[in-house]
């Protein structure tokens, strides 16, 4: 390691990223490896760009000339249509904001049950707004119709949200900090110092990076996605592969394997199942004869 950065305090957020890694790689020994890892996790820890969940709204502006017609006045009802969404892009080039935007974007997606962006819900939302610019450009509705439509595909989107909802793991912060540090420690570990690939060249023609650091974070970052999908399986007391494939339970939403076309559901809900058909059956059977 480097004297100075042993005579100040290691200090991850003036260094390169690079720097970090090869200090980490080139440790003597364990004690020495841990506190550079330790002060690269304070580094993304302590980075200002916070996992942000804010509002948004389709939206849209009834002309005012039909804003006093029955059809207006329903649409207007529905011209404003909030959910959540999640600052998922950061601006700043520090690599610990990179990663860290990373690091926030995998609990958004994978733990967090209020945002909840599916294509298949936000295109049920967007169903007044759709309805509206279809009737201004000429097509014909009535009030009735028009109603009918918006509730059935509100009521759908809450379903279809719900059923998102219960795709999500459950995990708090606090929770998700300690396994990323392992995830982290795992990538740090993995990870080869980039000269190590310099007499390779199909490397260099895979990646076309612009700096060293720019490795760095995408190797950790891809890093990261895959140790999530890892964890995953191990929450849903998966093996960690499976030649078919995964699928989603029915009725839970847990990720099952994908064994045959008939499996429909986890174990627990497969029993439950049967209950219920044998519950059925009873009554319908000794109950009523
Ligand atoms: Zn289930």
Known sequence: MNLKRVINIYNCNELYLYEIIEDFKEAKSQSEKDYIFNSFCLSIWNSENNRRIYKKTIKFNIRKDLLNTDIGKIFDTWSEIEYKYYKSITQNENWNSIIRQKINNIYTRYFDKEVILGKEYMDLIKTPKKLYYKWISGTDTNADTLVYLIDKAIDQSEKVKKKLQMEKMKLSWEEYKKITEKFLYSCFTRCKLIDRYEDKASISKRFDFLTEDHFYV?????????????????????????????????????????????????????????????R??????????
């Open 280 to 289: 059925d059956y009873y009554i319908k059977t000794v109950l009523n004869s």
């Open 218 to 278: 995408s190797y950790i970052n891809k890093c990261l996605e895959g140790e999530i999908r890892k964890w995953q399986k191990k929450y849903y007391n998966l093996p960690a592969s499976n030649r078919k494939g995964y699928k989603r339970c029915k009725v839970c939403r847990r990720i099952i394997k994908n064994d045959s076309k008939n499996r429909q559901y986890c174990p627990a809900c497969k029993k439950e199942n049967r209950k219920k058909i044998n």
